[in-house]
């Protein structure tokens, strides 16, 4: 965000593992017609979504904000995914839902009015019979890559612009060290057995 009164800009990448951000970033700063030191504030979509792509987002602004002094907010992925089904018209319950991997899913559910936006059950990691049995009951699904589960859903990606909006306004912005992806599975480990010694 810039105090300038800059409008809005967007670069989309659809090239999966091989996105290069720097060269998103001096795009969609060069179409904005901004350079790197009026960036005031990054907002970081912090999940659920690719693990690979969101610690790369945050590394992203921890880097910035260790060589700038930049505010720094985390926003929810299903929060940004919610604001979008809002603004595309969607009204009364809406679940927002993505894969969480080994046959799981990560829902969220929100009342939309043409006027508000309300999360009437926070997120939570549920089974695909929990989903359906939702949609079942009268919920619109939405949410990326569920099409294959969910055939009536309605695909929705995050996107920047919609990320950038919510941050409008915000003043909850964490530190760099403290800016974490939303995981919500117990981190499990398996110790390694020390090596054997060989006589």
Known sequence: MDG????????????????????????????????????????????PGSYTGIRSAISLAQGWSLARE????????????????QRGGLTGRVDVVVDAQR?????????????SRREIAPLRIVSREDVAASEQAGAKLIGPD??????????????????GELATGRTDFVAG????????????????????VQF
């Not at 929810?76 to 604001?83: G, K, M, P």
Request: charged share 20%; hydrophobic share 50%; with cysteine.
């Open 4 to 47: 300038s009164g800059a409008r809005a800009c967007e670069v989309v990448e659809a090239g999966g593992r091989a996105t290069h951000a720097l060269a998103m970033t001096d795009a969609v700063l060069a179409e904005a017609k901004l350079e790197r030191e009026q960036v005031e504030c990054l907002a970081i979509g912090i999940g």
């Open 70 to 85: 930049v505010y720094l907010l985390g926003i929810s992925s299903v929060e940004c995914l919610a604001a979008q089904a």
């Open 103 to 115: 046959g799981e899913f990560y829902l969220a559910a929100y009342e939309l009015t043409a006027e």
């Open 146 to 163: 569920i099409g294959q589960w969910f055939p009536e859903a309605r695909l929705l990606f995050p996107r920047a612009a919609t990320l």
């Open 177 to 196: 060290e403290n800016l974490a992806p939303i995981y919500l599975r117990e981190t499990s480990f398996v110790k390694a057995p020390p090596p054997r």
